[in-house]
């Protein structure tokens, strides 16, 4: 399995808080990632003035409310929760399999724009392994979304590859590609610190819609008419595409598990990656869930590439 992350389970090894605001809302923003038990998978518990015992939702596909410029979580009964793509990527993106997110608000903290700083908070934590498997789901045949022009695309692969493009009009950005091997280390080092993005000539429509009260320099790249408006510029060269790899890898970890496969994307955004998973799930013969093998030995080595495909033993559950 090419270079991709261990055969057992993780969690964090500690309880860690950060403190934002919104990127939409505007209003201020506590959260919490704590250690879970194996198989609870990625979770939300939200605690605020509506909902005061707190209400859990599942970083679930099932679960998606929204996709206007941003993922949304909602549990049915009127509770949600927004922006969840970041941090979700940090999680996904270092590996951590079982994790509750607490927090106070209804949108995750903007933070930086980025999921750098969850990534930190990560490292601060630590990752503790358990003693359950890993489990993974395995892309069987090609799934194929085309919707105005944007086209998603999951196909088998023995490890975690995304191909993404994006092409706007502006030569600030223009066309751009990124293709990658995902693993902890790539995504920490070519991702994480690529920042959400939003054009200057937009503000004023998106504040009327009550959106984006949030945003500033200190949190988004801003596009203006002939040039980047923050004055540290750009973090990399084509940080835009990195941008919408980072929002996929966040997306995608709404499978519920990691992704044995290859993602292709071109000029999509959350609604894309929402639609390719649905088409997935839709077709039980698409995927399946797969254990990674139990060696005596792998508390402290990752797999070796090839070495647990080999060993995969189908489970549909």
């Given at each position: 399995?090419?270079?991709f992350i261990g055969a057992r389970q993780t969690t964090l090894a500690n309880e860690i808080s950060l403190?934002?605001?919104g990127v939409h809302s505007g209003a201020p923003v506590s959260l919490t990632l704590c250690p879970a038990d194996s198989d609870t998978g990625l979770r939300f518990l939200i605690s605020n003035d509506d909902n005061a015992d707190g209400v859990e939702i599942a970083a679930d596909q099932q679960c998606v409310s929204g996709v206007t410029?941003?993922?949304v979580l909602g549990d049915g009964n009127g509770a949600s929760v927004a922006t969840v793509e970041h941090v979700l990527a940090a999680l996904r993106g270092l590996g951590v399999d079982n994790a509750l997110i607490?927090?106070?608000s209804g949108e995750v903290p903007i933070m930086d724009g980025?999921?750098?700083p969850f990534v930190e908070a990560i490292d601060e934590a630590g990752i503790a392994e358990l003693e359950a498997p890993r489990r993974f789901l395995k892309v069987l045949k090609p799934v194929c979304v085309e919707e105005n022009g944007a086209v998603g695309e999951l196909t088998?692969?023995?490890g975690f590859h995304l191909d993404i493009e994006i092409d706007f009009e502006t030569p600030l950005i223009g066309r751009q590609n990124l293709s990658i091997e995902l693993n902890p280390g790539a995504f920490r080092r070519d991702i994480s610190r690529a920042r959400t993005f939003g054009f200057m000539k937009d503000v004023e429509q998106l504040w009327a819609a009550g959106l984006a009260l949030g945003a500033s320099l200190d949190n988004t790249v801003a596009i203006g008419e002939d040039r980047v408006i923050n004055r540290e510029g750009l973090r990399y060269a084509d940080e835009?595409?990195?941008h919408k790899a980072?929002?996929?890898v966040g997306d995608l970890a709404l499978a519920g598990a990691p992704i044995l496969g290859a993602y292709r994307s071109r000029r999509g955004g959350h609604r894309l990656n929402a639609l390719v998973l649905k088409e997935l799930f839709a077709d039980p013969d698409a995927w399946t869930m797969v254990e990674a093998p139990r060696y005596r030995d792998v508390r402290h080595a990752e797999l070796t590439p090839g070495l647990a495909a080999a060993h995969f033993a189908a489970d549909r559950s």
């Amino acid at each position: 399995m090419k270079g991709f992350i261990g055969a057992r389970q993780t969690t964090l090894a500690n309880e860690i808080s950060l403190t934002g605001i919104g990127v939409h809302s505007g209003a201020p923003v506590s959260l919490t990632l704590c250690p879970a038990d194996s198989d609870t998978g990625l979770r939300f518990l939200i605690s605020n003035d509506d909902n005061a015992d707190g209400v859990e939702i599942a970083a679930d596909q099932q679960c998606v409310s929204g996709v206007t410029l941003c993922t949304v979580l909602g549990d049915g009964n009127g509770a949600s929760v927004a922006t969840v793509e970041h941090v979700l990527a940090a999680l996904r993106g270092l590996g951590v399999d079982n994790a509750l997110i607490e927090i106070d608000s209804g949108e995750v903290p903007i933070m930086d724009g980025s999921a750098a700083p969850f990534v930190e908070a990560i490292d601060e934590a630590g990752i503790a392994e358990l003693e359950a498997p890993r489990r993974f789901l395995k892309v069987l045949k090609p799934v194929c979304v085309e919707e105005n022009g944007a086209v998603g695309e999951l196909t088998p692969y023995n490890g975690f590859h995304l191909d993404i493009e994006i092409d706007f009009e502006t030569p600030l950005i223009g066309r751009q590609n990124l293709s990658i091997e995902l693993n902890p280390g790539a995504f920490r080092r070519d991702i994480s610190r690529a920042r959400t993005f939003g054009f200057m000539k937009d503000v004023e429509q998106l504040w009327a819609a009550g959106l984006a009260l949030g945003a500033s320099l200190d949190n988004t790249v801003a596009i203006g008419e002939d040039r980047v408006i923050n004055r540290e510029g750009l973090r990399y060269a084509d940080e835009f595409v990195r941008h919408k790899a980072l929002d996929a890898v966040g997306d995608l970890a709404l499978a519920g598990a990691p992704i044995l496969g290859a993602y292709r994307s071109r000029r999509g955004g959350h609604r894309l990656n929402a639609l390719v998973l649905k088409e997935l799930f839709a077709d039980p013969d698409a995927w399946t869930m797969v254990e990674a093998p139990r060696y005596r030995d792998v508390r402290h080595a990752e797999l070796t590439p090839g070495l647990a495909a080999a060993h995969f033993a189908a489970d549909r559950s």
